[in-house]
């Protein structure tokens, strides 16, 4: 059964303060890792596709880089609009497993 | 916006009740997937159709169904319905369903309370 981990569950930064979350997985025949960012009671948003270890995706101050076992999500110099909860997916058999999240809260 | 969309926004209902969500795909998109999200379990993928035809099955119960019709819109229909049955339902969709997982762009969601 696919399995994601991320972590830590919940980050506090200061604004401007560099931080990565983790996601690691287990997944038999890896067809992409996805990377979302939800805001509270709305659905998630696409952020990141990832297909392939040494992949790496950058849009404005975030960055999602992929390994065999886990993925990164670098998030340069936040602003307070980056609180959020981020959702890592894998794909497999034409399914999404999600992990739990990391909620982000950036303080200005 | 994703251009999914999903109705109706909310819903309010009693146990033992039968509803229908209803989500349309964004234009030229093929697939379309259901997922549950509630505190405890998080995001839990439901069902996929392809183009009118069931493709996968994650942890559905027995008391919910779906369809996708030939305008490739989709209705999630959960019946029998109990209190762990609130919840956030989203609907999302894709282009394809090839080798590699295309992109799922998510809908705003229904937010189901079973009272």
């Known amino acids: 059964e696919d399995q994601v981990t991320q972590s830590p569950e919940a980050l506090r930064l200061q604004e401007g303060e560099s931080s990565s979350l983790n996601c690691s997985y287990t997944v038999s025949g890896l067809r992409g890792l996805f990377w979302y960012r939800q805001d509270p009671g709305k659905g998630p948003e696409f952020l990141f596709t990832?297909?392939?270890a040494g992949e790496e995706k950058e849009k404005e101050r975030l960055k999602a880089t992929l390994t065999k076992k886990e993925s990164f999500l670098h998030i340069t110099a936040p602003k307070p609009e980056d609180s959020a909860t981020y959702l890592c997916?894998?794909?497999?058999?034409?399914?999404?497993?999600f992990g739990k999240g990391t909620l982000l809260t950036v303080n200005p | 916006d994703s251009g999914v969309t999903q109705t109706p926004k909310h819903l309010i209902t009693a146990t033992g009740q039968r509803v229908t969500l209803r989500c349309s795909p964004r234009s030229g998109d093929l697939s379309v997937y259901w997922y549950q999200q509630s505190l405890d379990q998080g995001l839990q993928f439901l069902i996929q159709y392809y183009n009118g035809e069931e493709r996968a099955k994650g942890n559905i119960l027995e008391r919910f169904s779906a369809q996708q019709f030939p305008d490739l819109h989709s209705e999630l229909n959960l019946s029998s319905l109990e209190l762990g049955d609130s919840a956030l339902y989203f609907c999302a969709s894709s282009s394809s369903a090839g080798p590699r997982q295309e992109t799922q762009y998510f809908g705003p969601g229904t937010r189901l309370l079973v009272l």
């Open positions: 990832l297909y392939s």
């Open positions: 997916a894998v794909a497999s058999n034409y399914k999404l497993t």
